[in-house]
């Protein structure tokens, strides 16, 4: 028995050492199946997942409001707003409880009666803002925080996003009834049968049949804009998917950038809002328009990574002619979908264009002039 008690305690020991092998083997397999289970469930669910919680961004109710509703003005600045002069004479006809104001510049930048010529401007810059970089997601960044600041006032009822080249092409009552009688957001949004952008690792996140395209140039209904600023989905895989292809620098490493070059050039600020709408499935909810006017350029030497540059509009551009030609334009061609888009605002008819981009200073002062915006004010055309 002596003899055999090492023996039974070595077996034993041996006995328990296969045990605890076998427990180590059954516990690594069955957490290997777990890890595997839920990175497959994970796959499996969550585009179901980001599906409906885009879903839900649409399903919430917006509070309803009484009293007279306003438009926000959201101006994307690099740092001052040459044209102010001429937003000033607009803003002059208005009546103040119908409009509010609100700039994202560079950060530091102040509005105060040395950087601008309006006192409309005056402090009207956000607190928090972004150095924007052109082309990149820092630019839908500076849109979200513009439109952050907006909804803080319960009287803001619709948001129009504007550049510091952007010039009205009508008065404030006519701007003010076109778009406040809009039950629908003004949404540039369509389908590019050659669309190179889209990059398939955002599938299945941003399936491929709810990528859009549009001008960055939107205007919001109260409800949308909400929506922009609950997503905190889309935007981050936008950040991390959708980038602009850096321009070759003949000094660097060319193999490397010629690597680069072959990735997606993405120009977020073209297709995250209406990405972002149709996969809420809002599309019915929009007018699928810019209400913006911008003349494109297509000479090839203009051509900018992969977009054709703005026309910039000088004095000469800026006639009675020139302008009366964009207020007559009543319809848009969407030649990649076939579609005619008749430009109407809620059900009637009416110009596509409210605003026009890239002006310069003296083509807005032509405007000015010939009273596009009002009666010309005598203090104004003195600035
Ligand atoms: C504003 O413009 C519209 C259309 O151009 C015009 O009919 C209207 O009389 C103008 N209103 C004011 C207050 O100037
Ligand atoms: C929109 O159109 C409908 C039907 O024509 C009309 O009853 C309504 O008053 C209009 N809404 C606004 C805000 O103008
Ligand atoms: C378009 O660009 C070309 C080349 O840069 C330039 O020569 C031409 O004047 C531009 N056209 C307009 C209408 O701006």
Known sequence: MTKKRPLYASSSSSLQSHFWFGMKIVTSISVFMCIFGLLRLQSRSSPSIVRDKVLEFGRRPVEPFFGTPKIAFLFLARRNLPLDFLWHAFFQNADKRTFSIYVHSEPGFVFDEFTTKSSFFYGRQLVKSVRVAWGESSMIK?????????????????????SDSCVPLYNFSYVYNYVISSPKSFVDSFLDAKDSRYNPKMSPMIPQDKWRKGSQWITLVRRHA????????????????????????????????????KEHNCIPDEHYMPTLLSMSELDDELERRTITYTSWNE???????????????????????????IKDINHVYYETEYRTEWCHSNGTSVPCFLFARKFSPSAALRLLRDGVVGPVVANALST
């Open 226 to 261: 909400e929506i922009v600023l609950a997503d905190d989905i889309i935007f981050p895989i936008f950040r991390k998917y959708c980038k602009r292809r850096p321009a070759l620098d003949p000094g660097g490493n060319l193999i490397a950038q010629r690597v680069a070059q």
């Open 142 to 162: 500076a849109e979200r925080l513009l439109i952050d600041a907006a909804l803080r006032d319960p009287a803001n009822r619709r948001f129009i996003l504007l």
């Open 299 to 325: 000479s090839a030497t203009e051509m900018e990574g992969n977009r054709w540059h703005p026309m910039k509009f000088g004095y000469k551009d800026a006639s009675p002619e020139g302008i009366k030609r």
